[in-house]
């Protein structure tokens, strides 16, 4: 069966520090992976998606940059953080193509910037 | 284009009562349609969907939802609701449609609270 791990689950960052989130897929090939951002424990917002190696497409412009350097990774990172990007980040994946329908989730990684 | 709303922020029903969260939604196809629950402080969990065949689809932990073609709603339901039902409850959509998204819209989320 397929499992999503995602870490780490808690994190502490000041203003101006690097973050670097991490996400690995087992189970499957060429999965679609996704990272999302939730704010005030409602509404979901997609950050990035991938779906292959390299290949990576941004839905907001901001502070967050993701990578994808092997087919089952998915990184979500910053140069220099911002109090703004307080939140809870999830992780995500689906079948490959554009045929793979459900999207299933991580754990969570919650980060506060202080 | 597609959208889906929940239009309740909360739910609240008393334990052993039946329970139903609200989902409308807009395609220009034909949708997959999915609901997921979230505990706190935890990932969102798959629930069930909706992609062809009986309009009643039946889910984890007693969860169902009824496809309605001509009121584009997918409300879920379940018969008698436990505390232990209480969490966050997302629906979304997908267009299947030629050039349609393979990425589903979710909703902003519907908190359930179960009574004792």
């Known amino acids: ?47 990035f998606y991938s779906v292959g190696i390299g290949q990576i497409s941004s839905e907001v412009p901001q502070n967050l940059s993701a990578s994808r350097p092997q087919d089952r990774q998915f990184i979500l990172s910053s140069k220099k953080l911002l109090l703004s990007d307080s939140g809870f980040y999830l992780c995500a994946w689906s079948g490959a193509g554009i045929s793979g329908n459900t999207i299933y989730f991580g754990e969570g990684s919650w980060l506060t910037v202080v | 284009a597609q959208s889906v709303a929940q239009p309740e922020d909360q739910v609240n029903v008393a334990e052993g009562n039946p329970l139903t969260v609200k989902c409308t939604y807009s395609v220009s196809g034909n949708p997959y349609l999915f609901w997921y629950v979230q505990y706190p402080n935890r990932g969102l969990q798959f629930l069930l969907k909706y992609i062809t065949g009986d309009n009643l689809v039946k889910g984890s932990y007693g969860f169902e939802a009824e496809f309605n073609k001509s009121q584009t709603s997918f409300h879920l ?40």
């Not at chain 2, 232990?84 to 908190?111: E, H, K, M, N, Q």
């Open chain 1, 1 to 47: 069966s397929q499992t999503i791990h995602q870490w780490p689950a808690t994190l502490v960052q000041p203003v101006g520090s690097p973050l670097s989130l991490e996400c690995t897929v087992e189970g499957t090939s060429n999965p679609n992976l996704y990272w999302y951002r939730q704010a005030a424990g409602r509404g979901l917002q997609l950050l």
């Open chain 2, 77 to 116: 339901k379940k018969p008698s609701a436990l505390v232990s039902d209480s969490a966050l409850y997302f629906c979304a959509v997908r267009d299947i449609s030629s050039g349609g998204s393979y990425i589903p819209t979710f909703g902003r989320g519907t908190s359930l609270i179960v009574h004792p």
